[in-house]
């Protein structure tokens, strides 16, 4: 623990070394860190049924996830994802605050991670001052090269994994080994890999202060329940400097030393004992911070800690609230409904489209004649077996395709075909359907309607 | 004591605000555009509408669309931040004496 007052020595500093803190949340923070990254640069490399578990294969337009496979036709199930993404985020938020900040947003993630490898190269928060200070020199050029060499390479390596979630990552990797990857593969990985240098390196919690949308609209969600760190004012205040042998209820003093500590420790830089800011990304590094110095003066923790404003002010905090209710029923109608409708899928998708070059031709006996394309692709990851049919219109028939269709797995077939009928049945526009079944035992099916044109009757 | 100087270090001017503001929600902006548009177009079907010999790859084609998007949300963003900021201020003076 430095002179409290080492600070001053410091005013002219441009830049926020935040004070590295050893705590209960410091470490629960390494924990996230080390579990989430620990998973972005795993999961590429799982392997489900002989390829990618999660790849989102955008040059093939499909998405594996473990045993499904989407189509670019499912996205809506993508879209309905992300809103339960977001109203998730919502009803987090408004249950526990801006945990999502301070543990799991990639930001926070990565700069921890970023902060790692600069305390490794340049050491310690006084340290890293004074070599900012001094002049150039053997040791800060070591320092600070290394530094760079650490954070240029994780960035690659972060870059090309993020890029291995859109493109076979095994592929992706020998490629990258024989210096043989597609030019936008390697752009990508460079561009991303970028964007967490600058971001992770040195914007820092400048994005949570100024670029992140979430962070100024967070309040929103946040009522006089939800679970904040704050200083408390009542037991702090008034805040003074003492010995440790004084007894501060004689000398007129709260529990606040003033030592600063918490300022200190502050990767944003305000002061909590000014009250909720909206720059606070909920760390709770302050938390760690006061509760050593709490420790050294025999005083009991938690004058900064995680508690929520009713309780503040001596209420009880109320979890189940009409706000969560609200949350939470919305989310369950979403979650259920795309579980329905992802469990009601069928893996067969049959596109319909008539030939515009002519309305009908008339063929001899008194036969109409429509001509078709039909598109159908089987989703499922196995080859089957489909029967074509089509109805609406008494006595129609389909020509120019065989009984049974066999179509590969994740295969597309087109499919001209003419649709036949009588004249004294087509007449003007009618509508017909045709139908697809599987003849496995899932007995799927798709019906997909279109027009039958005929003479004027 | 904390020095205020220590505790606003590295504020960020409003300039720098507002440029990085913009790149970073246009970008967001650009990837949903991205994502929306090319999950109902095939990169590969589009380039022939612009022209029958022009054969592009969907790797390009999803680039070319992404900077697309990204450059259009820019140019709204940016220039919607730029008249936000550079609007006349009301005039209190004349206003508030009047009534």
């Given at each position: 623990?430095?002179?409290?007052?080492?600070?001053?020595?410091?005013?002219?500093?441009?830049?926020?070394?935040?004070?590295?803190?050893?705590?209960?949340?410091?470490?629960?923070?390494?924990?996230?860190?080390?579990?989430?990254?620990?998973?972005?640069?795993?999961?590429?490399?799982?392997?489900?049924?002989?390829?990618?578990?999660?790849?989102?294969?955008?040059?093939?337009?499909?998405?594996?996830?473990?045993?499904?496979?989407?189509?670019?036709?499912?996205?809506?199930?993508?879209?309905?994802?992300?809103?339960?993404?977001?109203?998730?985020?919502?009803?987090?938020?408004?249950?526990?605050?801006?945990?999502?900040?301070?543990?799991?947003?990639?930001?926070?993630?990565?700069?921890?991670?970023?902060?790692?490898?600069?305390?490794?190269?340049?050491?310690?928060?006084?340290?890293?001052?004074?070599?900012?200070?001094?002049?150039?020199?053997?040791?800060?050029?070591?320092?600070?090269?290394?530094?760079?060499?650490?954070?240029?390479?994780?960035?690659?390596?972060?870059?090309?994994?993020?890029v291995?979630?859109?493109a076979?990552?095994?592929?992706l990797?020998?490629?990258?080994?024989?210096?043989?990857a597609g030019g936008w593969t390697v752009f990508w990985g460079?561009?991303?890999?970028?964007?967490?240098?600058?971001?992770?390196?040195?914007?820092?919690?400048?994005?949570?202060?100024?670029?992140?949308?979430?962070?100024?609209?967070?309040?929103?969600?946040?009522?006089?329940?939800?679970?904040?760190?704050?200083?408390?004012?009542?037991?702090?205040?008034?805040?003074?400097?003492?010995?440790?042998?004084?007894?501060?209820?004689?000398?007129?003093?709260?529990?606040?030393?003033?030592?600063?500590?918490?300022?200190?420790?502050?990767?944003?830089?305000?002061?909590?004992?000014?009250?909720?800011?909206?720059?606070?990304?909920?760390?709770?590094?302050?938390?760690?911070?006061?509760?050593?110095?709490?420790?050294?003066?025999?005083?009991?923790?938690?004058?900064?800690?995680?508690?929520?404003?009713?309780?503040?002010?001596?209420?009880?905090?109320?979890?189940?609230?009409?706000?969560?209710?609200?949350?939470?029923?919305?989310?369950?109608?979403?979650?259920?409904?795309?579980?329905?409708?992802?469990?009601?899928?069928?893996?067969?998708?049959?596109?319909?489209?008539?030939?515009?070059?002519?309305?009908?031709?008339?063929?001899?006996?008194?036969?109409?004649?429509?001509?078709?394309?039909?598109?159908?692709?089987?989703?499922?990851?196995?080859?089957?077996?489909?029967?074509?049919?089509?109805?609406?219109?008494?006595?129609?028939?389909?020509?120019?395709?065989?009984?049974?269709?066999?179509?590969?797995?994740?295969?597309?077939?087109?499919?001209?075909?003419?649709?036949?009928?009588?004249?004294?049945?087509?007449?003007?526009?009618?509508?017909?359907?045709?139908?697809?079944?599987?003849?496995?035992?899932?007995?799927?099916?798709?019906?997909?309607?279109?027009?039958?044109?005929?003479?004027?009757? | 004591?904390?020095?205020?100087?220590?505790?606003?270090?590295?504020?960020?001017?409003?300039?720098?605000?507002?440029?990085?503001?913009?790149?970073?929600?246009?970008?967001?902006?650009?990837?949903?555009?991205?994502?929306?548009?090319?999950?109902?177009?095939?990169?590969?079907?589009?380039?022939?509408?612009?022209?029958?010999?022009?054969?592009?790859?969907?790797d390009?084609?999803?680039?070319?669309?992404?900077?697309?998007?990204?450059?259009?949300?820019?140019?709204?963003?940016?220039?919607?931040?730029?008249?936000?900021?550079?609007?006349?201020?009301?005039?209190?003076?004349?206003?508030?004496?009047?009534?």
């Amino acid at each position: 623990m430095s002179n409290p007052n080492s600070t001053s020595l410091y005013e002219s500093a441009k830049k926020i070394y935040p004070r590295e803190i050893a705590g209960r949340f410091a470490n629960l923070s390494k924990l996230a860190t080390v579990s989430l990254l620990g998973l972005f640069y795993a999961v590429p490399w799982l392997m489900w049924d002989g390829r990618q578990a999660f790849l989102f294969d955008l040059p093939a337009r499909k998405f594996y996830l473990l045993g499904l496979t989407l189509w670019p036709q499912d996205f809506p199930y993508l879209a309905l994802l992300l809103i339960i993404a977001a109203l998730s985020l919502f009803f987090f938020t408004a249950l526990a605050g801006r945990l999502w900040c301070g543990f799991a947003c990639p930001q926070t993630v990565w700069t921890e991670a970023f902060i790692w490898m600069e305390q490794f190269t340049e050491g310690t928060r006084s340290q890293r001052m004074k070599l900012d200070k001094a002049p150039w020199s053997w040791n800060k050029l070591r320092r600070k090269g290394s530094k760079q060499f650490l954070w240029v390479t994780f960035s690659l390596w972060t870059g090309f994994t993020f890029v291995g979630y859109f493109a076979p990552i095994r592929e992706l990797s020998s490629e990258l080994m024989n210096f043989s990857a597609g030019g936008w593969t390697v752009f990508w990985g460079v561009f991303y890999g970028f964007a967490t240098y600058g971001n992770a390196g040195y914007m820092r919690e400048q994005v949570c202060k100024y670029m992140c949308p979430y962070a100024r609209f967070q309040s929103a969600m946040f009522d006089k329940d939800t679970l904040i760190i704050s200083y408390d004012e009542e037991r702090g205040e008034p805040r003074g400097g003492r010995k440790r042998s004084v007894n501060a209820n004689e000398a007129g003093l709260g529990d606040c030393i003033d030592c600063t500590l918490c300022v200190q420790v502050c990767p944003t830089g305000i002061d909590i004992r000014e009250g909720l800011q909206y720059e606070c990304i909920a760390c709770a590094a302050c938390i760690d911070a006061c509760d050593s110095v709490m420790d050294k003066m025999n005083y009991p923790r938690g004058l900064v800690r995680y508690t929520t404003e009713h309780s503040l002010q001596k209420g009880e905090t109320q979890v189940i609230r009409p706000r969560m209710i609200v949350y939470a029923a919305l989310l369950l109608i979403l979650i259920g409904s795309l579980v329905t409708s992802m469990s009601m899928r069928t893996p067969i998708i049959l596109d319909v489209i008539r030939d515009r070059n002519a309305l009908y031709r008339e063929l001899p006996d008194s036969i109409i004649e429509n001509s078709y394309t039909l598109k159908l692709i089987n989703q499922s990851n196995s080859a089957r077996e489909f029967k074509l049919s089509v109805s609406g219109v008494e006595g129609i028939t389909l020509d120019g395709v065989a009984d049974t269709v066999l179509v590969s797995g994740g295969g597309v077939l087109s499919l001209p075909v003419r649709a036949r009928a009588h004249r004294d049945n087509a007449y003007g526009i009618m509508k017909i359907d045709f139908m697809v079944e599987a003849l496995d035992d899932d007995g799927d099916m798709r019906i997909e309607d279109s027009r039958f044109l005929g003479p004027t009757p | 004591m904390i020095s205020e100087e220590y505790r606003g270090a590295k504020q960020w001017s409003r300039d720098k605000q507002a440029v990085f503001t913009v790149v970073w929600i246009s970008f967001l902006c650009a990837a949903i555009g991205t994502m929306v548009f090319f999950a109902l177009f095939d990169p590969v079907d589009l380039s022939g509408i612009f022209d029958e010999d022009l054969d592009i790859d969907r790797d390009a084609g999803y680039a070319a669309g992404f900077f697309f998007f990204w450059v259009l949300s820019f140019l709204c963003s940016a220039i919607t931040a730029f008249l936000v900021r550079t609007a006349p201020k009301r005039d209190a003076a004349h206003r508030d004496t009047s009534d």
